[in-house]
């Protein structure tokens, strides 16, 4: 099953980078192969909320929605997101921000899924490093087209 791990130092805060990948519903404006998405819910927890959120992934022939439950922990700088339905076996993923003395903030990422589709799974296994860089190189897009180009 493919999983891809990536620290970043990011020349952003840590709060400005969560904000970025907290924002759900904005993803189809900035990420590759995300066509759609919807919050189906949002509910308050201690130390942060858990929403419910459906998005639509289209990749060459495939089009599939699939829903996730996330979990933001804003105090933690922490996004921890796993699969409800759709078309994986198993999927999940997280993100944690945290500020840098010098300056701007380091995130990790880390995502592991599969699907269930044999065919789409042997696709995305074939370009699965490229297709997680390029997801991660649109979310630094995001940062510096929302908060401006630093060095």
């Known amino acids: 099953m493919p999983s891809h791990h990536e620290n970043r130092v990011m020349p952003y805060s840590a709060q400005q980078m969560y ?39 289209s990749f060459k022939v495939f089009r599939e929605r699939f829903g996730s439950r996330v979990t933001l922990l ?6 921890e997101t796993i699969y409800i339905d759709g078309p994986f076996k198993h999927m999940k993923s997280h993100w944690a921000f945290a ?16 699907f269930r589709n044999a065919i789409l799974q042997g696709i995305i296994g074939v370009v699965f490093n490229e297709a997680m860089q390029r ?17």
């Open 19 to 57: 904000d970025l990948v907290a924002d759900v519903a904005r993803y189809p404006e900035f990420l590759p192969w995300n066509s759609a998405a919807r919050i189906r819910s949002r509910t308050p927890i201690d130390g942060g909320e858990v929403m419910e959120a459906d998005l639509v992934i």
């Open 99 to 114: 500020d840098r003395p010098e300056g701007g903030c380091e995130v990790e990422f880390h995502v592991d899924f599969e």
């Open 135 to 151: 997801v991660v190189r649109a979310f630094e897009k995001r940062a510096e087209d929302l908060y401006g180009k630093r060095s």
């Open 74 to 79: 804003p105090a933690q700088k922490r996004i």
